[in-house]
T-cell receptor
Framework: LAKTTQPISMDSYEGQEVNITCSHN???????ITWYQQFPSQGPRFIIQ???TKVTNEVASLFIPADRKSSTLSLPRVSLSDTAVYYC????????????FGGGTRLMVKP | GAGVSQSPSNKVTEKGKDVELRCDPI?????LYWYRQSLGQGLEFLIY????????KSGLPSDRFSAERTGGSVSTLTIQRTQQEDSAVYLC??????????????FGPGTRLTVL
């Protein structure tokens, strides 16, 4: 499994854009980059997944450079309710691949 | 459609008792996973079901833990003779078709187990 490295914590203010970068130097050819969000006492919630370049959905954008050794999750105009832990995972595209969550990035959004 | 559901949401039990935790995956999802998460920790894989294949039990911490999946849908995780170290949030996830680009695992809300 490719190991990921991301900041332990980040602080932001309401209305700002937040960018969380994740390093995954040993990513394999068939690996996808996946981000989850987790609130206290809840299960992880899938946010976005990508393979290369840029992916955007209604929640976030994911930027992946050509070498795929890192990725950046971008949250536009965060609100207090975006305070959560964000996990970056590298996952092979087979159902047998169980997910391994590291420590994640604890995002604190302040008023 | 509906997401993954789990019951009960909270379970408090006494040491030595057996508990059953239930997971209803997303309709049509063929793969089902059980994980557990201790306070402030990452997820620990327990067991994985894929269709009618034999489950991958490699993550089960002891023989007190078992799981079954009936009819390829609902799954039950059973912990026998519970111990205090079993206290954690037990999470279930399901996944759709293997090999479909962009598919991933969707989690339920979890069952918080407290062993007194």
């Amino acid at each position: 499994l490719a190991k990921t490295t991301q900041p332990i914590s980040m602080d932001s203010y309401e209305g700002q854009e937040v960018n969380i970068t994740c390093s995954h130097n040993n990513i394999a050819t068939n690996d996808y980059i996946t981000w989850y969000q987790q609130f206290p006492s809840q299960g992880p919630r899938f946010i976005i997944q990508g393979y290369k370049t840029k992916v955007t959905n209604e929640v976030a954008s994911l930027f992946i450079p050509a070498d795929r050794k890192s990725s950046t999750l971008s949250l536009p105009r965060v609100s207090l309710s975006d305070t959560a832990v964000y996990y970056c995972l590298v996952v092979g595209n087979n159902a047998g691949n169980m997910l391994t969550f590291g420590g994640g990035t604890r995002l604190m959004v302040k008023p | 459609g509906a997401g993954v559901s789990q019951s009960p949401s909270n379970k408090v039990t006494e040491k030595g008792k057996d508990v059953e935790l239930r997971c209803d995956p997303i309709s049509g999802h063929t793969a089902l996973y059980w994980y557990r998460q201790s306070l402030g920790q990452g997820l620990e894989f327990l067991i994985y079901f894929q269709g009618n294949s034999a489950p991958d039990k490699s993550g089960l911490p002891s023989d007190r833990f078992s799981a079954e999946r009936t009819g390829g849908s609902v799954s039950t995780l059973t912990i026998q003779r519970t111990q205090q170290e079993d206290s954690a949030v037990y999470l279930c996830a399901s996944r759709g078709l293997a090999g479909v680009p962009g598919d991933t695992q969707y989690f339920g809300p979890g069952t918080r187990l407290t062993v007194l």
